[in-house]
């Protein structure tokens, strides 16, 4: 079945640092991949995606590629903020039918003044 | 924000009871999900709906049961909950099928005693 692996931290960032999550996957077919952040407190926000190879997906900063080749779909930012800190998801959606999204375990990032 | 609200938002009940936890939409998406969040499994699917009386279980789904008599509907009930279930519960809606990103509503806390 479809999987996800990514790091689970937590991940502590000084401010202005430069951030990778790393994020690899399986999956039948060709899915979607996304990344999805959580605030404290607060439910899910998709934070950006990409439906087919080599395809980037950006916002706010944040970029990923989706990596056919490598299985892959890292999440980097070149500057962290305090109000970054979060916790970041990646998932993913095969085609076919009406399922649900496969999630990692998640990634807490804390970023220190 | 997709207007997506769940209640009750915090829960705290006795092993035994039934449950049910409440999704509402006002976007007129077709595809609706459940989800529970524990630590280290990150979120897992548990039932979700592609129509009006149409649903099917997901990865965790013994235990509990779910309808939908109305399109921006969908309940989520815990027959007999037991002290497992103490979760974060979460809605989502995709208006797509099939490799399409999901918006998720805030969560329930559902704690059993």
């Known amino acids: 079945g479809d999987s996800v692996t990514q790091m689970e931290g937590p991940v502590t960032l000084s401010e202005e640092a430069f951030l990778t999550i790393n994020c690899t996957y399986t999956?039948?077919?060709?899915?979607?991949l996304f990344w999805y952040v959580q605030y404290p407190g607060e439910g899910l926000q998709l934070l950006l995606k990409?439906?087919?190879?080599?395809d980037k997906g950006s916002n706010k900063g944040f970029e990923a590629t989706y990596r056919k080749e490598t299985t892959s779909f890292h999440l980097e930012k070149g500057s962290v903020q305090v109000s970054d800190s979060a916790v970041y998801f990646c998932?993913?959606?095969?085609?076919?039918?009406?399922?649900?999204?496969?999630f990692g375990k998640g990634t807490h990032l804390i970023i220190q003044p | 924000d997709a207007g997506i609200t769940q209640s009750p938002r915090h829960k705290v009940t006795e092993t035994g009871t039934p449950v049910t936890l409440r999704c509402h939409q006002t976007?007129?998406?077709?595809?609706m999900y459940w989800y529970r969040q524990d630590p280290g499994h990150g979120l897992r699917l548990i039932h979700y709906?592609?129509?009006?009386?149409?649903?099917d279980k997901g990865e965790v789904s013994d235990g509990y049961s779910v309808s939908r008599s109305k399109t921006e509907d969908f309940l989520l009930t815990l027959e007999s909950a037991t002290s497992s279930q103490t979760s974060v519960y979460f809605c989502?809606?995709?208006?797509?099928?099939?490799?399409?990103?999901?918006?998720f509503g805030p969560g329930t806390r559902l704690t059993v005693l």
């Open positions: 989502a809606i995709s208006e797509r099928e099939s490799r399409d990103e999901q918006f």
């Open positions: 999956a039948t077919g060709y899915p979607s």
């Open positions: 990409a439906t087919k190879a080599d």
């Open positions: 998932a993913l959606r095969s085609g076919g039918g009406a399922d649900g999204l496969t």
């Open positions: 976007e007129n998406h077709r595809y």
């Open positions: 709906s592609y129509g009006v009386k149409d649903t």
